[in-house]
């Protein structure tokens, strides 16, 4: 195309608003993507966690609030047997006053007299993530031979746990879609006020034999590099505020947030970018070509 | 996509034509003529008789409500936008109020037809200073339309219409704005680019140009369309205008 035809944008509004409106909506995007990302990848690691763990609780009180003390150990000890030798089971270990203290933490803190109170004991299991117990067999023998023992398999935890990581994915493409819709109708918008305001220009090039395709395709070019400016300048606001938020959130967090972002993840956080510019060239050339109708 | 060879003896041909703006009163009616291949015309009326509608149908800037236009041989009605892109392209028009880019200068409101086009830049120089220096403007090149007389835009918007020697030329009172001298020197430049093949319609209700140079009209008046041939033979005509040229110079 002949740069010295680049007569078309001496004057109109895309200058100026196209690409802090492409800058903003990258920057929302990417920062939502990433966010709604970390959140789904922190839910699947606690979802692959919760999956790969049982827990059995042995009472320590009987039914009256005596305490059951020598029979709880024993329970213990022939639950420990029976995980030990079932198939799919990789280990088992009862967690200590000083565990148990800190898995209540949240609930009771860092205070609390836990001997005071008529808690479980707790055998945490771990399973064998590729052949898996069958829990209806173990939850019978758990029966036969520890009666009173409860088999938790986290099946309703997990169930949820799939629920909000799939309803979290939905969010964000929901809010990618939304966002992407916002910046074409915001370019239709700005591009049909810059045709208005060009349209002598336009008519009088029309009729000097320009071709549809030349003048759509000069100002699809157009706001494809002034878009390209702004997406370019969203995300390179946006990449710096999440790096920054992971490395606080990994500082000051155990478990929850560890799982940020995959090396890939971050790579497709440029996907946006340049999704909005090519948006910006087709919408554009969609509504000049459409606008260019009106001229004979 | 390349516009059909033009079987047709016409360059234009126009058959029961009207035409109306909305729903208001018919400015042409049922026009009916021909325009032959490297002929020149004069389009005489007067003021509003619908000279500049008739030359917007010419250069498919409009279509009529009634009738058939067709150019090149096509039937405009039939024709693809981007075979009326190209049609376009060998029609130069002169407008009555020169339509010049504002924020353009006069070298590259020249330009502009042969850069559509795709014109080398270096040849794209060489032919617009020349012709820029024939209408007598060499010094006014860089210069905005602002900044110059309308005598000066009016020769503009000629060397725009002419710089890339199209098979037809409309020009919309090409002479209004400059003194007798030069409306002369335009006519010949017409004249020129009329000897080297180009097809003329020059709009004009000027009766001492048309009384001077004794082409056909295409005379308009309430609408209707009669075509009035030369005083003498065009062929005669044009050569004693060449000869008095020559002597002239």
Known sequence: MNKKSDFLFDKGSSHFFLPWICALMVFVATLATAGGISTYNSLKLWQQSVAESLTVQIPTYDEDGNPRNELAYKDIENALMLLRTTPGVSGAIVLNDEQMQELMVPWLGADANLAELPLPKLIDVNVDAAHPPLLEQLKADLAEKVPGAVLDSHRIWLGDLVKLANAMLSLVIFILILLFATVAAAIVYITNATLSIQEYELSLVHMLGAQDLYITTHYAWHNLKKALMGSLIGSLIALPIILGIALFLRSISTQIFQSGLQPLQWVSLLLIPMATTILAFITTFYTVWRFLKRFV | MSIKE????????????????????????????????????????????????????????????????????????????????????????????????????????????????????????????????????????????????????????????????????????????????????????????????????????????????????????????????????????????????????
């Open chain 2, 6 to 249: 033009n079987l047709s003896p016409y360059l234009a041909e126009f058959n029961g034509v009207s035409l109306r703006y909305n729903k208001g009163p018919e400015i042409l009616k049922d026009i009916n003529f021909q325009l032959k291949p490297r002929m020149f015309y004069f389009m005489t009326g007067e003021s509003g008789a619908g000279k500049t509608s008739l030359l917007s149908l010419l250069y498919l800037h409009l279509e009529p409500t009634k009738g058939r236009v067709r150019l090149f041989g096509q039937a405009i009605d039939m024709m693809s936008r981007s075979t009326k892109a190209q049609i376009r392209r060998q029609i130069g028009v002169v407008f009555q109020d020169y339509r010049l880019f504002h924020h353009l200068n006069a070298f590259d409101n020249v330009a502009l037809p042969l850069r559509l086009a795709g014109e080398k830049e270096s040849d794209i120089r060489k032919h617009v200073s020349e012709l820029l220096a024939w209408v007598g403007l060499e010094k006014q090149m860089k210069s905005f339309p602002e900044e110059l007389s309308g005598g000066e835009q009016q020769r503009i918007a000629i060397a725009r219409a002419v710089i890339h020697k199209p098979t037809l030329l409309l020009a919309d009172e090409p002479t209004g704005n400059v003194d007798d001298a030069m409306a002369k020197r335009l006519m010949y430049l017409f004249l020129e680019l009329n000897k080297l093949g180009t097809t003329v319609v020059v709009a004009t209700h000027n009766a001492g140009l048309v009384k001077n140079f004794h082409f056909p009209q295409l005379h308009l008046a309430g609408g209707h369309l009669k075509e009035i041939p030369a005083a003498e033979s065009y062929t005669e005509m044009a050569s004693k205008i060449f000869k008095r040229e020559e002597d002239h110079e």
